[in-house]
């Protein structure tokens, strides 16, 4: 017999992390062999110089309060969905 289940992203999100962690590691290590990791480093790094480069003239102490900011925003949303 065959079942078929539609759930959005932010459910089986959710469902992952309720996993214990040998099946997290499972699915990790299974999902390590779709993802190349080379590609993704090498994006990740391309970001960072990108932002880097456009943002060189702007003080660090700036940048830094834009992330405190973006970051207690995001907190925040995050706790409000929870509650």
Do not use: C, F
Request: charged share 40%; no cysteine.
């Amino acid at each position: 017999m065959t079942v078929s289940v539609e759930l959005s992203y932010d459910q089986v999100r959710d469902a992952v992390r309720q996993l214990p962690r040998e099946h997290k590691t499972d699915l990790w290590k299974m999902l390590g062999t779709d993802i190349d990791l080379d590609e993704l480093r090498r994006q990740a790094r391309t970001a960072v110089e990108e932002i880097r480069e456009a943002y060189k003239h702007v003080p660090e102490e700036e940048v830094m309060a834009d992330v405190d900011a973006a970051v207690k925003e995001v907190r925040a949303e995050r706790r409000a969905r929870r509650h």
